[in-house]
């Protein structure tokens, strides 16, 4: 197979990921050593990678290869209700509650107190297996010295020796069997990934500072949105010691990427992809001869970023003083695209239908069910034609709950008929379902775990 080690890769994390959830073990360590990391590094070399990807292998990361899985990756926990609202609250220094419920308030996507008030918040996710990397700093032959005395017995696997297997075989064959330029030694390929490793570690850093600088006025997991304002960088405006200023699109883009984890269904995105982004929200970046840049939407990495117009004018000067609020959503479906759960038909229907397994759906949001039905059940999209099957009443709150295009990205759960036809039970994330055929459905559903904490990674 041509993407063997990519493959194996994957499989062998995840039956390392499932043996670790059925064993309680949050915690995993495997034995990367420095001679892996040399050969990573070289591999993102030969790959074209610059910068921080020549970080290489991590410390530390939620256990890869395993999205999907719950109780494994990032998942099996519970973060309550509210929890990520007030660490928002809190990153925000000198902001009062009322200045905060006022700044709701303005841009909670037209709610207001004459309307019915939203559901709660749902419970996020929380947990899962990490992965440490102790022996990164310590090369393979030293850590064979050491085994040999101490008498200890170790394993290593026949096929890493064939140099015709993997890419990764080749590489290593080449570092142990030739002589290769000083700068492409195994010490020198470890240097790199040092100095590009500690640039990583400052970018983060600096991004958690920057992240206390946020205003966030709303955080609604119900619906996959967040209205926030972000601080200047503005030289003058923001000074930061930590990072030189030529730093700065990098540093805008790693904090933009920390707010689209919140709303993308994507696995991961990378800082490269986010150039566009920066210079839409960071206009203060860019040359002082271009002209003054108006607040626009845009999507980006699978989400919508939406700025919030003032009612004294149709746009939003972000050059201005006062910087503009954006609504970060989920980016709405493409033509044919349509992420799609199915949860069988129960063996034997009845009220007391057993949960089914938990389900990851488009990125976001976990599932299980019970099903009562002898029909298989569906989590899709709202679709337009769905809303024909809700009251009057049910359509007008839905309407209030998810406005506009962010409706149309809501998990519907629907019944899916012997012929073949569909029809809509409920919206299981914002409470509404169908009063007559969706009473006796039963669901749970969690948010993908949200990292608000200006002190983690």
Request: proline share 7%.
């Amino acid at each position: 197979m041509p993407n063997f080690e990519s493959l194996a890769r994957r499989y062998r994390f995840q039956a390392l990921g499932k043996a670790c959830r059925d064993h309680g073990i949050k915690s995993l360590l495997v034995a990367h050593h420095g001679d892996d990391q040399a050969e990573t590094v070289l591999m993102r070399l030969v790959h074209g990678h610059r910068s921080l990807g020549l970080a290489g292998i991590k410390r530390d990361s939620a256990i890869p290869e395993c999205q999907g899985l719950h109780g494994i990756h990032e998942s099996g926990g519970i973060d309550y209700p509210g929890k990520a609202r007030r660490q928002a609250m809190h990153s925000s220094p000198g902001n009062s509650g009322k200045k905060v419920a006022l700044l709701s308030r303005a841009v909670a996507l037209g709610e207001n107190s004459s309307r019915p008030k939203r559901p709660f918040s749902l419970v996020s996710e929380a947990g899962g297996v990490r992965v440490y990397r102790p022996l990164l700093e310590f090369n393979k032959a030293r850590l064979i010295a050491t085994c040999q005395a101490e008498k200890m017995e170790w394993f290593e696997d026949h096929t890493n020796n064939d140099p015709t297997l993997t890419m990764r075989n080749a590489v290593r064959y080449m570092l142990g069997s030739h002589k290769m330029p000083a700068a492409l030694t195994t010490a020198s390929l470890l240097e790199v990934a040092r100095k590009f490793r500690s640039k990583t570690d400052l970018l983060g850093q600096t991004t958690r500072i920057l992240f206390k600088k946020c205003i966030i006025a709303d955080l609604n997991t119900r619906i996959g949105t967040i209205s926030i304002s972000f601080p200047s960088l503005d030289q003058a405006a923001f000074p930061l010691e930590l990072l030189p200023w030529e730093n700065r699109g990098q540093l805008a883009a790693s904090l933009l990427r920390k707010v689209i984890m919140i709303a993308t269904p994507q696995k991961e995105v990378h800082l490269s992809s986010l150039h566009g982004a920066v210079e839409r929200v960071f206009p203060e970046l860019t040359p002082i001869n271009d002209p003054p840049a108006v607040a626009i939407p845009f999507t980006t990495s699978g989400v919508f970023f939406q700025p919030v117009v003032p009612k004294e004018g149709p746009g939003v000067n972000i050059l201005s003083s006062k910087k503009c609020y954006w609504i970060v959503s989920r980016q709405p479906h493409r033509s044919g695209e349509q992420p799609t759960i199915c949860f069988p038909a129960s063996k034997e229907p009845s009220a007391w239908a057993e949960w089914t397994s938990w389900e990851l759906y488009d990125g976001r949001f976990w599932f299980r069910v019970k099903n009562p039905t002898a029909d298989s059940l569906l989590i899709r999209p709202l679709k337009q034609d769905d809303l024909v099957a809700f009251e009057t009443s049910l359509r007008k709150r839905l309407k209030i709950l998810a406005p506009a295009e962010v409706r149309w990205t809501l998990p519907a759960i629907a019944i899916l008929r012997e012929d073949g036809s569909e029809r809509i039970l409920a919206l299981p994330t914002i409470n509404i379902r169908d009063l007559e055929f969706g009473r006796k459905l039963r669901w749970e559903v969690r948010y993908k775990k949200v990292d608000l904490d200006a002190t983690s990674e």
